[in-house]
């Protein structure tokens, strides 16, 4: 579940690779109760992302491959990005954005920002959430108990649902709407939306399959959120909090090692 690995995640990724990354000491906010989209629509998304593969299946085999593969990560860069990653809750989670954008976000205040991505986060969990309640898939941290998570886990995170993935999917939806806010900034920032669903293979959390159904979800959701009247009245606003954040001339100092762990080739 996303909510529960999110609430565990650790809190030492804002102290390994992105140190720096935090700006003003922020908590996470209280997520919106509401997203942009109606609960019908939601639904309606929920029941068109298809059944995780087979357990036995070949697209099974190879997506437990893959997973083995991405231990050879544990400890390095990646796996230090990963850790930071794990946290997908608006305010702390748009930080991962900072780099792409060229500023420090904590360094102005940004409530409609915030506000815009807990809706965002709302829509792509949900849809998430409503998919893995249809049929549970196991993680690579529970098929394989000695496998280890880049964060802290209870035996229930550990035995959660794996498909489809809710980090992936609220990643690719944070980017897409970081596109739309910023379009001069597009490729990097849905570059680090995809990379957050990446963190989740490297963290033994999700299997490939489960993150490109996640990604799906996250596409899909910006796609309509973006269009209804509720963003677009937010949008100027957030456009203006960003503006606030660059003009106060403070970058991110840990995006050197941002660079260094994405420069990081994958198993």
Request: glycine share 8%.
């Amino acid at each position: 579940m996303i909510g529960r690995a999110a609430r565990l995640a650790t809190g030492a990724g804002a102290v390994l690779v992105l140190a720096a990354c935090a700006g003003s000491p922020k908590s996470v906010a209280t997520l919106p109760k509401d997203g942009y989209l109606s609960a019908g629509v939601l639904s309606d998304m929920a029941a068109a992302i298809p059944a995780p593969p087979t357990p036995g299946s070949p697209q099974d085999a190879a997506d437990k491959a893959a997973s083995a593969r991405y231990a050879a990560l544990e400890d390095g860069d990646r796996w230090l990005l990963a850790t930071s990653h794990a946290e997908v809750r608006p305010p702390l989670a748009l930080q991962h954005f900072d780099c792409a954008l060229g500023v420090r976000l904590g360094s102005a205040e940004t409530p409609v920002l915030d506000r815009m991505m807990g809706r965002l986060f709302h829509d792509a969990a949900s849809v998430a959430e409503q998919v893995k309640a249809r049929q549970m898939r196991t993680r690579p941290v529970a098929d394989d108990p000695q496998r280890r998570a880049c964060q802290t886990l209870d035996a229930a995170a550990r035995r959660s649902g794996s498909y489809p993935s809710g980090g992936a999917a609220v990643g690719v939806a944070y980017g897409e709407a970081f596109a739309t806010l910023e379009p001069d900034r597009a490729e990097a920032v849905r570059r680090i939306g995809h990379q957050i669903g990446i963190s989740r293979l490297v963290c033994a959390m999700h299997y490939p399959s489960d993150v490109a159904a996640g990604e799906a979800i996250g596409r899909q959701v910006a796609g309509r959120a973006v269009a209804d009247p509720a963003f677009q009245a937010d949008r100027a606003a957030a456009r203006a909090e960003l503006a606030a954040a660059r003009r106060t001339g403070l970058t991110n100092p840990g995006c050197a090692a941002e660079r260094a762990a994405l420069a990081t080739v994958l198993p």
